[in-house]
């Protein structure tokens, strides 16, 4: 089976944001704006990106 990945981009800053939506992004593996990750397309990596939705720019790899 293979799973796809989804490429996720910070475009706002985590400072002034909630405890869990700057864990979030840590767990995205996400520090700085305009960073680009790829992740797995998995519940738990999908959950996280939905908290902090109004962060992110997510593309379907």
Known sequence: MVSSKLSVT?????FGRLPVHRACLKGLGLG???Q???VLNTPENRG???K?????RVEEK
């Open 36 to 38: 680009t990750v790829e």
């Open 52 to 56: 902090v939705s109004y962060m992110l």
């Open 10 to 14: 910070m475009t706002k800053s985590k």
């Open 32 to 34: 700085k704006i305009n």
């Open 48 to 50: 996280m990106i939905k």
